[in-house]
């Protein structure tokens, strides 16, 4: 067995050199040893798959990059393990990342890949750069266990684990820790990793939810009900009612402090990271129809109980009921305009239009399109036409529709 422990790696990297062609920048980077680039430096390679700790990079008296915990010790032994497995051949793939490093791969004399082999002995676990054979390998190590693979990776998975323990103890005995995921997360590295004073398992520490799609949900009812208070914002600022105003107004802000507190979820296609996964697209998906579901509850409840409205009690509730989306989404519109240029009409008219796109099933035009006659007449040949769930009207039904926004 090769000695790779913590106390002999650093003797054994007196030497980075993979091979007579490439030598070590750290665990997942090469560097050429006789190619260079258009400023003459040693040209640069980025391996498949990995994504070790990163060590600290001096480039200048005032530009450096604080290295994670753990990332000499993890460094030097994964480049110890690759030299003494055999994993010196280097594959170069002709793609690129986007710091414009050739992509390559590490393979022993087998043909086996050193990224494959890392997740499959459990050495290093999936990451975000990792392809989908190295996440089958890891999803074998953890049905079947990593015994038998061979006491190197053992030894190495150790001396990795141990370091981040170890350097994470030493740094937050020395380093403030952050009192919370999200300002470790954006603080730029000021505050001791993988540590917090008060930590939430609704997200990690990367402030990423762990629940998108729960997250989604409650940001979605938070978003609905601050609406809501939009709504009676609105009717206080219009009508000089201060006291309707100021509630409104503090609900306002309350829900959108909750909202800025929740931890990090997909909803922007800009930030979409492959098909599956918390940030894969069908997640945004997922996230995105979250969101939806309480404005869609609304309009549902307000079609339901439209056949009830009326002077009883019973009618009283169902008019609120009716009622209901036209104030969320009146309440949304107000909320979004800006300072000074908050227009009541503009906003109520959005909300009736949006409201009655939702109960038509006309989703696919904007919301301010029933406020022009160009508008409401596609709205107008769409429900003359029909859908699969939908009949389609007579053409005095569909105008009738809109007689009241006309």
């Known amino acids: 067995m090769v000695d790779i422990s913590s106390s002999s790696v650093a003797a054994r990297l007196s030497n980075k050199n993979l091979n007579e062609d490439y030598s070590f920048i750290d665990a997942d980077t090469l560097a050429s040893t006789n190619e260079v680039d258009k400023k003459g430096n040693p040209l640069k390679f980025r391996m498949k798959g990995i994504d070790a700790p990163e060590v600290t990079k001096i480039f200048g008296a005032n530009n450096f990059n604080i290295g994670t ?27 690129f990342d986007p710091n414009g490093r050739e992509i390559i791969d590490l393979q022993n004399d087998k043909g086996q890949s050193w ?3 890392l997740m499959k002995t459990g050495v290093l676990d999936v990451n975000r750069y990792t392809s989908a054979a190295g996440v089958r390998a890891s999803r074998v190590a953890s049905a079947l266990g990593t015994d038998g693979l061979g006491e190197n990776y053992d030894v190495a998975r150790n001396v990795i684990a141990n370091a981040i323990a170890d350097e994470t103890a030493y740094e937050t005995m020395f380093r403030q820790r ?3 995921e999200t300002q470790l997360a954006y603080s730029g590295g000021l505050y001791a990793s993988n540590n917090v004073m008060f930590r939430d398992e609704s997200r990690d520490l990367q402030n990423k939810a762990t629940s998108p799609f729960s997250t989604a949900w409650e940001v979605g009812l938070t978003g609905a009900i ?25 609900g306002i802000y309350r829900a959108r402090q909750k909202i800025q507190n929740k931890p990090e979820i997909v909803t922007s296609y800009k930030d979409i990271d492959g098909i599956f996964g918390k940030e894969g697209f069908l997640q945004y998906i997922a996230n995105n129809a979250a969101i939806s579901l309480p404005y869609m509850a609304a309009t549902v409840a307000g079609a339901v109980a439209a056949p009830y409205v009326g002077a009883s009690a019973v009618g009283v509730a169902a008019t609120g009921a009716v009622l209901s989306p036209v104030a969320l989404y009146t309440g949304t519109i107000w909320n979004d305009q800006e300072g000074d240029n908050k227009n009541a009409f503009l906003a109520i008219a959005g ?11 006309l989703k696919f035009l904007n919301p301010q399109a029933l406020l022009s006659k160009e508008g409401r007449n596609e709205a107008i040949t769409a429900l003359t036409t029909g859908t699969e769930t939908r009949a389609a009207m007579s053409l005095p039904d569909a105008k009738k529709t809109f007689v009241n926004i006309n």
């Not at 601050?226 to 503090?250: H, K």
């Not at 909300?351 to 099933?361: P, Y």
């Open 178 to 180: 952050a009192t919370d």
């Open 69 to 95: 915990a753990g990332s000499n010790k993890a460094n030097e032994a994964l480049q110890t393990l690759a030299k003494k497995e055999g994993f010196t051949n280097v594959i170069r793939t002709g793609k």
């Open 351 to 361: 909300g009736i239009s949006q409201s009655v796109l939702d109960r038509l099933g």
């Open 226 to 250: 601050e609406g809501l208070y939009g709504a009676v914002e609105l009717i206080g600022e219009t009508s000089g009612w201060n006291w309707a105003e100021n509630v409104g107004e503090a």
């Open 115 to 117: 990224e494959e082999t």
